[in-house]
């Protein structure tokens, strides 16, 4: 079974520029969350969604961040513009529709300059 | 303010003894508790849970013990094998939480051959 899917791996952009990040949760899945991890803040929840409707966002830094779920397989975090702070690593999660554990994908790591 | 927090950054063990990872919460809502494992370059992943109606479970060598009147749990690794160094989060759901768990800082854990 294919697990949390991210891509890219790995982004290294230049301050001022969009990023998107991409998230395929694990089929039948019907929860999905975003992550970022930072050594000063540890592993901070973003926002998630529940059946593709974002539920809390309250963890959101700024207006420059967004996320997206369009369908139930996929999911986009996009920060517009990108600063030098916003460096990190960003993980997505699911989660089944019973129980509590989340799957964690394999993050993305994020370089602003 | 942080709703779980682990206080030892790091911990070094001898390969074979015990390894104990510990964990304090805030909140006395929270009803459901979680321990993940992190590689580097790797998203975490579960490794054991406990109910608060529980105060153990226990999965092979991984043991999760809870003192709900202390607000305390603690992970029980034994015998520890040089291949559960990794640094180990305390999740934390329930208590208003929405479904999303609340995360601590974690442990690096090292295991010396």
């Known amino acids: 079974d294919a697990g949390v899917i991210q891509s890219p791996r790995h982004e290294v952009t230049e301050m001022g520029q969009e990023v998107t990040l991409r998230c395929k949760p694990i089929?039948?899945?019907?929860?999905l969350f975003w992550y970022r991890q930072t050594m000063m803040r540890g592993l901070e929840l973003l926002i998630y969604?529940?059946?593709?409707?974002?539920?809390?966002d309250s963890g959101m830094p700024e207006d420059r961040f967004s996320a997206k779920m369009p369908n139930a397989s996929f999911s986009t975090l996009k920060i517009q513009p990108s600063e030098p702070r916003d460096s990190a690593v960003y993980f997505c999660?699911?989660?089944?529709?019973?129980?509590?554990?989340?799957?964690f994908g394999p993050g993305t790591r994020l370089t602003v300059l | 303010d942080q709703q779980v927090k682990q206080n030892s950054p790091s911990l070094s063990v001898q390969e074979g003894r015990i390894s104990i990872l510990n964990c304090d919460y805030t909140?006395?809502?929270?009803?459901?508790f979680l321990w993940y494992k992190k590689y580097p370059a790797e998203g975490p992943t579960f490794l054991i849970s406990?109910?608060?109606?529980?105060d153990k479970n226990e999965d092979g060598r991984f043991t999760v013990f809870l003192n709900k009147s202390a607000k305390h749990l603690s992970l029980h690794i034994v015998p520890s094998q040089p291949g559960d160094s990794a640094v180990y989060f305390c999740?934390?759901?329930?208590?208003?939480?929405?479904?999303?768990?609340?995360f601590g800082k974690g442990t690096k854990l090292s295991v010396k051959p």
């Open positions: 999740a934390a759901s329930g208590g208003g939480s929405q479904g999303n768990l609340i």
């Open positions: 999660a699911s989660k089944r529709p019973t129980g509590n554990e989340q799957f």
């Open positions: 969604f529940n059946n593709n409707v974002p539920i809390d």
């Open positions: 406990i109910s608060s109606i529980k």
């Open positions: 909140n006395s809502m929270f009803d459901y």
């Open positions: 089929s039948g899945h019907n929860s």
